[in-house]
């Protein structure tokens, strides 16, 4: 139900919550302000536990197709000059991720990881383009025997300031599979070749895991 990044901080706010619960009703009389406390430490509690949800997502692999790595809102699509790592045009998807959104983000194709690197950055809102050069990142190489390779790039936003990437240089990784986690709000641009034909369009909300943005 969890995802393992947050067992700590579900633990603490469970206890945090308890805590504020008991003491106001020992040490509040004002009723209003009691009662206050105790619904926001509960309010605050669930959206916790909500943000770190993992929900169990049965990925149709291929090899074909590019899949969404995160859930959330498209909010780029368009040509770029990509300058990391191929330095050369490609196609950007970028997918934007509100704090109720899941936060688990998968790999979006399978193959082998060529290039795994951190990035530490500013907060800019993450749906801002300026992000994906100047916030804290990741940056993430598939080589894919269709695709040749595609980059992705967990991006942190105003409010995250923890990325999580499990991704290894050399690794063996499957396509929907956990890649790592982003805390409170982010964004995952993807990188593909320029004749991938392109499934989705600013707007769209997608679902890690499962819906198709790109095929060849």
């Given amino acids: 139900m969890f995802h393992k990044e947050g067992y700590k901080i579900i633990i603490l706010s469970f206890f ?44 149709v692999l291929n090899d074909n197709h590019v899949i969404s790595s995160v859930d959330g809102k498209v909010v780029i699509v368009k040509k770029v000059y990509e300058k990391e790592y191929f330095k050369d045009e490609r196609i950007q998807v970028s997918v934007f991720m509100s704090p109720l959104n899941v936060h688990v ?53 105003a409010v995250a300031r923890r990325i999580v990437n499990y991704a290894e240089i050399g690794k063996n990784i499957v396509q929907g599979n956990d890649s790592g986690f982003i805390k409170f709000g982010s964004r995952v641009d993807v990188f593909l070749p320029v004749d991938s034909n392109i499934l989705v369009k600013v707007g769209d909300k997608v679902k890690g895991g499962l819906d198709i943005i790109a095929k060849k």
């Fill in 16 to 59: 945090l919550t308890t805590a504020i619960v008991i003491f106001s009703d020992i040490y509040i009389e004002n009723f209003y302000l009691r009662n206050g406390f105790q619904i926001f430490a509960i309010l605050e509690f669930f959206f916790i536990i909500q943000f770190f949800r993992n929900p169990k997502r049965e990925t």
């Fill in 105 to 157: 983000t998968r790999y979006p194709t399978s193959g082998i990881i060529k290039f795994s690197k951190y990035h530490p950055g500013k907060y800019l809102v993450a749906w801002l383009p300026k992000s994906s050069e100047l916030n804290e990142r990741t940056t993430v190489v598939i080589e894919n025997k269709v695709f040749n390779e595609i980059l992705y790039r967990q991006i942190a936003g």
